[in-house]
T-cell receptor, first 114, second 117 residues
Framework: DTEVTQTPKHLVMGMTNKKSLKCEQH?????MYWYKQKAKKPPELMFV???????INESVPSRFSPECPNSSLLNLHLHALQPEDSALYLC?????????????FGQGTRLTVV | AQTVTQSQPEMSVQEAETVTLSCTYD???????LFWYKQPPSRQMILVIR??????QNATENRFSVNFQKAAKSFSLKISDSQLGDTAMYFC??????????????FGKGTKLTVNP
């Protein structure tokens, strides 16, 4: 199984809503990532979890709150978002043993903030 | 900090012909990995090919091959016998291990490739 599964595929939320994005992998990977991708732009790294601990936060606003409940799951909690936060949110995972292997990506969640 | 530069925002090629996409990177690390990812309109990010920095031999995957010039920090992708299904955004990406010990993957701006019939 080389899949990274993201839910939901599409999400529309108001600026006062609280929602969560979910990501799951069963490849035994210990590094998991959240990326934000605007249209016609490259993915921008937001967070990296390594062995279930937050290891990289690329100065992301606090309205985005990541969580790694266990080694297979990664959540991104959203609260008080702005319309400019509308984007494709990609989750990825990689081996995470310092072995520098490929990252596998989910299909993403298309988020629209209204 | 690591940076990845793709100097060709858009390229086009005729079906069955060969095209080369350019990528340069900047790093002070010795141990790293380079990738080309493909993102079609379906938005799924798909690995095309990978190259370990310590390997001198250029990676090849069927119609896809790279020209890895470590001293020049260059990592170009050659697509032979282009097919309509190759139409996609192509991202060059760089992975290293951060100071905290976790892996970090950064992308270039991408090259939009169109294969024409």
């Amino acid at each position: 199984d080389t899949e990274v599964t993201q839910t939901p595929k599409h999400l529309v939320m108001g600026m006062t809503n609280k929602k969560s994005l979910k990501c799951e992998q069963h490849m035994g990977h210990r590094a998991m990532y959240w990326y934000k991708q605007k249209a016609k732009k490259p993915p921008e790294l937001m967070f990296v979890y390594s062995y279930e601990k937050l290891s990289i936060n690329e100065s992301v606003p606090s309205r985005f709150s990541p969580e790694c409940p266990n080694s297979s799951l990664l959540n991104l909690h959203l609260h008080a978002l702005q319309p400019e936060d509308s984007a494709l949110y990609l989750c990825a995972s990689s081996q995470g043993w310092g072995g520098l292997t490929e990252a596998f990506f989910g299909q993403g969640t298309r988020l629209t903030v209204v | 900090a690591q940076t990845v530069t793709q100097s060709q925002p858009e390229m086009s090629v005729q079906e069955a012909e060969t095209v080369t996409l350019s990528c340069t990177y900047d790093t002070s690390e010795n141990n790293y990995y380079l990738f080309w990812y493909k993102q079609p309109p379906s938005r799924q990010m798909i690995l095309v090919i990978r190259q370990e920095a310590y390997k001198q031999q250029n990676a090849t995957e069927n119609r896809f091959s790279v020209n890895f010039q470590k001293a020049a920090k260059s990592f170009s992708l050659k697509i032979s016998d282009s097919q309509l299904g190759d139409t996609a955004m192509y991202f060059c990406a760089f992975m290293t291990v951060s100071q905290g010990g976790s892996e970090k993957l950064v992308f270039g701006k991408g090259t939009k490739l169109t294969v024409n019939p």
